[in-house]
């Protein structure tokens, strides 16, 4: 059923990895309890349609001043739309189980790829050069279930276009639902300094082949005015 939903709501496939070596890939997933907590709100928010059309059902007779004509095409109304609500809870719990899987967290070494959404799929890549800021944020619940937030900030335009051209223009990317957190921050942590270290250290070639250039200019120079 999980394959018809994806190519009903034509969710496009998994996610390339982004910039970077391809030994380098890691793939992180929501934790389980972020599932868990998405299935039991819900169960709660269904039920409660379903009982609220129960009990406006069993009230609507009672209601005083209703024209006797009024009163059926009402029931038939409540019956229909419970009977509706009931008929899509398979659906609608499928979906609940597309949004958890089809969350994606993807760093290399040089950059990052998160894509998320079914109905409206968001793709957000940030490369190593323009994050400045990483932060783990966690509500009580969030606490209590061992999950949490890590927020990654840019310094600038770190959306990039999806492949079906759906754009991040969020300078703000974010791991959700996580049960690992400090893990991944640790991780871009350490591949951030030696992306950065790398850098630095690529700076010195650089200059070093400009002025054996300018030498070798100077010299050749030379050589035209001795001759």
Request: proline fraction near 5%; aromatic fraction near 8%; charge should be neutral.
């Amino acid at each position: 059923m999980s394959q018809y939903l994806l190519r009903l709501l034509r969710v496009p496939p998994e996610p390339s990895a982004p910039d970077g070596s391809s030994e380098s890939i890691r793939i992180f997933r929501a934790g389980r309890n972020y599932y868990r907590w998405r299935v039991v709100v819900w169960a709660m928010t269904r039920l409660a349609g379903i009982l609220g059309g129960i009990v406006a059902l069993a009230f609507i007779p009672f209601i005083p001043g209703t024209p006797a004509w009024v009163r059926p095409i009402t029931i038939g109304v409540e019956v229909l739309a419970i009977a509706a609500l009931a008929a899509a809870l398979p659906f609608s719990f499928m979906l609940q189980r597309l949004n958890y899987e089809l969350r994606w967290y993807i760093v290399t070494d040089r950059s990052l790829r998160i894509r998320s959404g079914i109905w409206s799929v968001e793709e957000i890549t940030m490369t190593f050069a323009n994050i400045q800021d990483l932060r783990i944020a966690a509500g009580p619940l969030q606490g209590w279930l061992g999950l949490a937030d890590l927020e990654v900030r840019s310094a600038g335009g770190g959306g990039a276009a999806g492949p079906h051209g759906e754009t991040g223009t969020s300078h703000q990317a974010r791991f959700e639902g996580v049960d690992n957190a400090e893990e991944i921050r640790d991780l871009i942590v350490e591949r951030l300094r030696q992306y950065r270290d790398a850098g630095i250290g690529d700076a010195p070639a650089i200059n070093m082949a400009g002025a054996s250039a300018e030498l070798l200019a100077e010299a050749r120079a030379l050589r035209a005015a001795v001759s």
